[in-house]
């Protein structure tokens, strides 16, 4: 009835390994390589990000101050109101 999902063309001069799941390890060198290039990395990459978010942050909340005192109404508009 054709073929099956895994055997729809035959591909060639193209070689695949594989390894089981049981000869493999789950977290190798974690503790020993992984969390010191995890801290290499962000290290490195830092003072790239964060001045710009800073930056981006700081021009918000300005902002933001600046419309919720434009939005305020003037008291001295209002003095001689009764």
């Known amino acids: 009835m054709g ?3 895994g055997n729809l ?4 001069h193209i070689i695949t390994y594989s390894l089981s799941p049981f000869e493999q390890r789950a977290f190798p060198n974690y503790f020993s ?3 010191p ?6 290290r ?6 964060a001045p710009p978010m800073v930056l981006m ?6 902002g933001t101050n600046v419309h919720q005192m434009s ?5 001295a ?3 001689n109101d009764e």
């Open 57 to 62: 942050y700081l021009t918000y909340s300005w």
């Open 33 to 35: 390589k992984g969390i």
């Open 9 to 12: 063309a035959k591909v060639r």
């Open 77 to 79: 508009d209002y003095e």
């Open 44 to 49: 490195s990459s830092f003072f790239r990000v």
């Open 37 to 42: 290039n995890v801290w290499r990395r962000f």
């Open 71 to 75: 939005k305020r109404k003037n008291p």
């Open 3 to 5: 073929r099956h999902f």
